[in-house]
C-alpha cells in the first residue's frame, strides 16, 4: 500500500512539473531563446518519464469497456502525446543551443510552422487533459454542493478570462498555421505573461472538467451538482464572459474578434492616378503626361509605353526610405517592354544553359549577372533580325541607343512602367501583401516598428513561399505589366550613384560607377524594399538567386548617341594578408566567424561597440529596426591595427532586418577598402542575405565583393564543410 501511494505522489510530481514546464515553455518572451531550447529538453525528458511510469495504462488501452469518458480521456492522452513529440522534434530541429547537432533534421522552415502550431496544441490539449482528470482527483474530497458552485463559478470567471486572452494573444491563428510566426509583446512584464498563460490553461481545464461531468464520468444521484444542464449553463457562461470582455477591451475591431485572425484580402490592382492628385515637387505640381499604354501587342508580345512625365524617387515624407532615392521630375520616351519577367525557357533556348537556383520553364531566370543579361539582350536581337543593341569589350560595354534590338531598361523606364503613373509606395493604392507578389510575406511593408502589433499594418504577415514563382502568378500593374515587385529583382543599364536631378529627359545614370543597379525586389525580401523607388545595386558579374532580368527596346527610333559603361576601375590585390571581421550579438555569427578562423588560421576582429545593444531579445529587435530606420552609426569600440597589410576582409554579421547590422555600417565607412576583398558571410532566419549585399556594395564601392556565405543561423553539424567549401571556392584554403 506504501509502495502504491509513494508511486501517485511521483506520478502526481511529475504531472505538476510538466505543467509548470509548459507554461514555462509559453513564455518564450521572457526566458529567451537560450532557456527554451534547454526548458524544452527537460519537458521532453519529464514527457519520457511520465510515459513510463504510466505504462500499464498502454496495455489496458485494448482491454474493458469505452465510455463516453474514457473515449475522451484516451482521445485527449494519445493527441497531447503525439503533438508534444511533434513539437520536441521540430524544436530540435531549429536548436542552436541545447541539441545544435539536430539542426535541420526537419526543413527549418517546416520546422518553424510546425513548432508553433504544435507547441500551441500541446498547450490546449494539456489543458483539457487535466480537466478531464479533475473529476477523478476531487471525487473523495469531502465538498458540500454549495461549495461546489462556488467554486465552479470562479473558475468560470477566471476561464472566460483565459478565452479573452486566448483570443487576444491569437492562438487561434498559431494552431492552425494561419500566422508564420508568434506575435509576442516582449515589453509585457514576466508576471504578466505567466498570468495570462495560466488563465488560458484555467480555461480548457474548465471545459475539460464540465466536459467530463458532462459525459457521465460521474453519476451518483447523490451529486445534486452533477447534473448535465448546469455544467453546460457553466461551459456557456465562460464563453460568453470571453467574448463580452474581447468586445469591451479589445484594441482590434469586431471582425477580428469573430475571426481572432486575418483572411488575406483577393488580390487587388491600382486604379489610375488622375493628374490632380499628383504631388508637388519644389514647389511646382508635376503632372503624369502619358495617356497610358497602347496595350496593343507587337510581334515578341512586348507592351508599347507611352512616353511621359513623372516623378522618380520617393518624397521625403514616404517611410523607409533611403537617401538615394531623392525624388526628381523625369521625362521618360515612349519605349516596348516585356510584360513578363524573362523565363528560363526563354534564356535557356537563346544562351544554351540554364543558372537558375530554382528550376522550371515558366518560372523567372536567376542567377544571372549584369553581364549575362547584357549577353542576353544581344543574342535575342540577333536571333529576331534586330541591330544589337550592346557592344562588349575589354575595356566595358557600350550601348547604341539608336538601335533597335532589344536591351535593359533605363532606371528611369523600369520605375516609370512599375509605378504606372502611382506615387504611392507600390504600384497599389495600399501596402503590398503576399497575394499580391512573391516576397518575404511574413514581413510586410512597416512591420519593422510594429512588429509587436500587427494589427496596425495595412498589409498583415502571409505567406514565405522560399522560391521564385511562375511569371504572371499574379495580378499585374495598371498598365499590365506582372511581377514588377518580388519574384526576382531585374537588372537596370544604369551605374549607381546620386541621382542627377538635372538630367530630366531619359536619363541614363551615373556616368562612371562600380555597381549596375536592379530593382524590383525579389523572393526573400522584405516589404520595404519592394517599394517602387528602392534601388539595389551590386558590380556587373554579381549573380544571386534572386537576380534576373525583363528586356525592353526603342519605340522612338529617332534618339541616336551612345553610353559606356566602361570596366570597373576596382581590382582586388592579389595574395596578402586575410582579416576576419565580424559581428555577432547571439552568437551564431561568431560561431562561424571561430571555424572560419580556425580552418584559415587568419587574424580576427570582432565588431564591439562603445553602447552595446541590449542582452533582452526583445529589447534588441527594436533597437536594431531603429538604428536601420534612422541609418544611426553605432560607435565601435577598437580598432584594426595595421589595415593596409590586409587584402581580403571576411566580413560576418547577422542579417537583421534583411540587411546589415548599423555596427557593419559603421565599419565600413571608418576604413578604407579601396582594392581591397570583400568575403561576406552572414547567419540569418530564412531570409539569406536579404538586400545586406546591396547595403555593403554602396557602402563600401571601391572594394571587390566576392560570392558570400549564409548560414541558417549556426548551421548545425554541417557548417564546417560548408565554410571549407566556400573558403576553396573564394581560393582562401
Known sequence: MKDKKNSMVIKRSVDVLMTVLLLCLMAFQVTGDFLHEWIGIGMTVTVIVHQILNRKWYGALFKGRYTGYRILLTAAAILLLLSMAMTAVSGMSMSGHAVPFMYG??????????????????????????????????????????????????????AGAGLYFFI?????????FRVPFAFLDYEKAGVLVFTENILIL??????????????????????????????????????????????????????????????????????????????????????????GPDLTKIGDGFLLINGGKFLMGSPETENWRIEDETQHEVSVSSFYIDAYETTQAEYERLMGSNPSNFKGDKLPVENISWLDAIAFANAKSKEAGLTPVYTVTEDGVSWDISANGYRLPTEAEWEYACRAGTVTPFNLKKSLDATEANFYGHYPYEIEENYFNDSVLEARPGEYRETTVDVGSFQPNDWGLYDCHGNVNEWCWDYYGDYDVTAKTDPTGAATGTRHVYRGGGWNDFGKNMRSAYRAAGEADLASYNLGVRLVRNADYNRTGAVNAKASDTTAKAGGKVLIVYFSWGGNTRKIANEIQKQTGADIFEITLVKPYSSSYNTVLMQAQEDQHNQARP???????????????????????????????????????????????????????????????????????????????????????????????????
Request: include cysteine; proline fraction near 5%.
Open 105 to 158: 533534421m526537419v526543413k527549418v522552415s517546416l520546422a518553424r510552422q510546425m513548432h508553433l502550431s504544435m507547441s500551441h496544441w500541446s498547450f490546449v490539449l494539456m489543458g483539457i487533459h487535466l480537466g478531464l482528470h479533475v473529476p477523478v482527483i476531487t471525487a473523495g474530497f469531502k465538498i458540500t454542493d454549495k461549495v461546489k458552485t462556488v467554486l465552479s463559478a470562479v473558475f468560470c470567471l477566471a
Open 635 to 733: 560607435e565601435i569600440k577598437g580598432k584594426v591595427e595595421n589595415w593596409d597589410q590586409y587584402d581580403t576582409i571576411i566580413l560576418g554579421y547577422p542579417n537583421w532586418w534583411a540587411s546589415i547590422p548599423m555596427p557593419i555600417a559603421s565599419f565600413l565607412e571608418q576604413y578604407d577598402f579601396t582594392n581591397k576583398r570583400i568575403l561576406p558571410f552572414c547567419s540569418h532566419g530564412g531570409g539569406k542575405f536579404g538586400q545586406s549585399l546591396t547595403a555593403i556594395a554602396k557602402l563600401a564601392p571601391d572594394a571587390v565583393l566576392e560570392d558570400g556565405l549564409s548560414i541558417h543561423y549556426s548551421g548545425g553539424s554541417a557548417m564546417p564543410k560548408d565554410v571549407s567549401a566556400w573558403l576553396k571556392e573564394n581560393g582562401i584554403i
Open 168 to 176: 487576444q494573444n491569437r492562438v487561434f491563428d498559431y494552431l492552425f
Open 202 to 291: 484555467i480555461f480548457w481545464a474548465f471545459l475539460g472538467e464540465k466536459t467530463a461531468l458532462i459525459s457521465g464520468v460521474q453519476s451518483r444521484s447523490s451529486d445534486k451538482t452533477n447534473k448535465k444542464p448546469i455544467h453546460l449553463i457553466f461551459i456557456l457562461c465562460a464563453v460568453i464572459i470571453g467574448l463580452v470582455m474581447n468586445m469591451i477591451f479589445s484594441k482590434n475591431t469586431a471582425d477580428d474578434m469573430s475571426n481572432s485572425g486575418w483572411e488575406p484580402s483577393a488580390p487587388e490592382t491600382s486604379s489610375r492616378i488622375t493628374e490632380s492628385t499628383v504631388p508637388p515637387t519644389s514647389g511646382d505640381e508635376t503632372v503624369q503626361t502619358s495617356a
